[in-house]
């Protein structure tokens, strides 16, 4: 009885371990999560997770040893305990397939630029479920005995660390959806940043305004600060401590002093006052747009051409054309209004490529 024990729960924790194993690169391969691919291979790893639990939970309930000595209270506890972690495995795949096939409708129905709304609610819809769904899945390890007790807090630690992440994401997919101009047209500052000039956010030396609409996404009108001279500081309260160390630099009036404090949220509402006072536009928040996070879309799009500018643009090159050969390009005397522009030009190349794609 014993050996005929032994041998069950051999086999169910050989097909757990399978499902462990797929369990660990997923979580260490999430990036690869962005591509259809990855989320094709994703769904099939969540498949072999399903198939190795239903395996075990086969081969736990077909046992005729394990039911006989689960007469014992002691040994119920345990079969009751494994059982309960074999049906939460194959729970928590089953959840992670409804997403992933939730993802990739909304990637199928939002062409280039544009991200369908109506998709994007659901999906926001289907983390909330799934959230609820998994904090459910925490049961107490007290009374399971050695690695079956390690591996019920092993779980509930991978569950509480899943739970959190899709709270976050909760959070993010709200506030996309707002700002993806679900309830009506938003207009933000698109402020970009070149990381070469001694800012500590990177000094903004351009700025253009990017709209949304029912998922849309248009970047309008780039231009050098150069075009938007202020002749007195706008009307935007700093700090007395920020006045103290950053108030030589006149950041409520030089564009590319908007930046010189850490502080983005207070370097947004500044920029956000400057731009109503010299576009006489009113704009619904700022974007910071760094010359590492155009590289980061241009790994998405593929090289853009911007005139100007004699080479593709890519992520590979994107940071060395932009951060050094355009300032080997432009002697210090020079007027630097054209590669002030740059920055906001690839921003809307790239756009552009996603509108057309």
């Not at 369908?116 to 799934?130: F, G, K």
């Not at 047209?185 to 253009?208: C, F, H, K």
């Amino acid at each position: 009885l014993a050996l005929s024990t032994w041998h069950s729960l051999t086999q169910a924790r050989s097909s757990l371990d399978s499902a462990r194993s797929e369990i660990t690169q997923l979580q260490n391969d999430r990036h690869e999560l962005l591509s259809a691919t990855g989320r094709a291979a994703a769904e099939q790893s969540l498949a072999r997770v399903s198939a190795d639990a239903a395996a075990a939970n086969q081969t736990l309930r077909s046992s005729t040893s394990l039911k006989v000595i689960g007469w014992l209270p002691v040994i119920d506890t345990q079969r009751q305990g494994l059982l309960d972690l074999v049906s939460d495995i194959q729970s928590t795949a089953t959840i992670g397939k409804g997403l992933l096939g939730r993802v990739n409708t909304l990637v199928a129905d939002s062409p280039g630029a544009t991200v369908s709304i109506p998709q994007l609610d659901e999906l926001h819809a289907e983390v909330v479920t799934a959230t609820a769904q998994l904090k459910r899945l925490q049961r107490p390890s007290s009374g399971l005995i050695g690695s079956l007790g390690d591996a019920r807090t092993k779980f509930n630690q991978q569950d509480a660390t899943l739970t959190n992440e899709l709270s976050r994401g909760q959070q993010i997919l709200g506030y996309a959806l707002p700002f993806l101009g679900s309830n009506g047209p938003r207009t933000y500052l698109l402020a970009t940043e070149n990381n070469s000039e001694m800012r500590d956010q990177g000094a903004i030396l351009s700025v253009g305004t990017l709209q949304t609409q029912d998922g849309k996404i248009t970047v309008v009108n780039p231009q050098s600060i150069g075009d938007l001279p202020l002749s007195s500081p706008v009307n935007y309260a700093v700090p007395a401590g920020m006045q103290q160390v950053f108030g030589g630099y006149q950041p409520t009036q030089l564009w590319q002093s908007a930046n010189a404090t850490a502080d983005f949220p207070w370097s947004g509402g500044d920029l956000q006052a400057m731009y109503g006072d010299t576009a006489a536009q009113h704009v619904n928040g700022v974007l910071a747009l760094d010359v590492p996070a155009v590289a980061s879309l241009l790994e998405l799009t593929g090289p853009v051409s911007v005139s100007g500018i004699s080479e593709p643009i890519t992520a590979a090159n994107v940071s060395d054309i932009l951060l050094h050969q355009l300032y080997n390009g432009f002697p210090a005397n020079s007027q630097q209004g054209e590669r002030h522009d740059e920055v906001s030009a690839v921003a809307r190349a790239v756009v552009d490529k996603l509108s057309n794609e």
